[in-house]
């Protein structure tokens, strides 16, 4: 399994659900959004960090433009509170019409919990091939629907590894080589940069790729022996120093666009939704050469 390409097979599709929760409260409200006395349907959509995520309210701006008598708002949830908070407002009645499904264990939970809709009639108008109707099936009812779908990449400053002298990824390297490439930066960059980022979302960042990179996986088999060398590895670079570690991480509360942005690390994994972020947020992010 470590000689596997780093990034073969890694795919998320991001989901939106309606909700349940908008049939009570105000008497303005029902399940398809606030309406007001001329008819016009408001529905909000729960995003988080709006200012550092673009892609919520730019399609939320580019829908509103095209419709007429339907609004989208969308609502901001701190990233780091996001499930909480969520969770929260869904059991209080007070949630967003609409909500981005963010992985399986909140699906579970908010669809166990009766609070999201049925859209098998949208999703029987759609292409199957574009869905994941097994994964979003509740007794039956289809609970959520893709609206993107993302890729696992390496991000690296062409900068900071030129300075150090080290060769550009060139999409064939293994976890292995991921790791000689940070052993190598190491000590060619300036002092207080690491080599290497991993964000602390372990699922993905590190059960995630060992689930779909190691073949003839069965999760109800009850033996879980192919996720040690994903987590031998980042414990590795935790103890070498060539990436800031995990209690570092989430003690600090650090996240992946002030530490790739602000030019602290050289490279690090994450998701094609952090393009956006790298090319719109002005605030956060150096101006430097970067590639995937």
């Known amino acids: 399994m470590m000689n596997r390409k780093m990034l073969a097979g890694i795919g998320l599709a991001a989901a939106a659900a309606l909700t349940l929760t908008a049939c009570g409260g105000n008497s303005n409200n029902n399940a398809n959004g606030a309406v007001d006395a001329d008819g016009n349907i408001t529905l909000t959509w729960g995003g988080w960090d709006l200012d550092r995520v673009p892609e919520f309210n730019a399609l939320a701006s580019a829908f509103n433009d095209s419709q007429d ?77 893709p609206w993107r779908q993302d890729h696992w990449v390496v991000y690296y400053n062409q900068d900071l590894f030129t300075a150090a002298g080290v060769d550009f990824p060139d999409g064939s390297w293994t976890w292995d080589e991921y790791v000689e490439t940070a052993q190598a930066l190491k000590d060619g960059l300036p002092d207080g940069v690491f080599p ?26 009850g033996n879980f022996d192919f ?66």
């Open 227 to 292: 996720l040690a060398p994903y987590y031998e590895r980042a414990l590795t670079l935790d103890d070498e120093g060539l990436q800031p570690s995990f209690g570092t991480v989430t003690t600090g509360s650090l996240h992946h666009l002030g530490e790739f942005g602000q030019q602290r690390v050289a490279m690090v994994p994450m998701g094609s939704w952090f393009m956006s972020q790298l090319v719109d947020d002005g605030n956060e992010v150096d101006d430097f050469a970067w590639g995937v």
């Open 69 to 145: 008598g339907i609004t989208v708002q969308t609502v901001d949830y701190p990233n780091s509170e996001w499930l909480t908070a969520m969770t929260a407002d869904l059991a209080a009645g007070s949630a967003p019409d609409i909500v981005t499904l963010r992985g399986l264990p909140e699906f579970a939970t908010w669809s166990a919990g009766g609070q999201l809709r049925d859209l098998s009639h949208i999703a029987s108008e759609l292409d199957p091939s574009t869905q994941s109707r097994d994964i979003f099936d509740h007794d039956g009812q289809i609970q959520g629907l």
């Open 196 to 221: 290497a980022y991993q964000h602390g979302w372990g699922d993905s960042t590190v059960a995630g790729f060992a689930i779909v990179q190691t073949p003839g996986v069965d999760l109800f088999a």
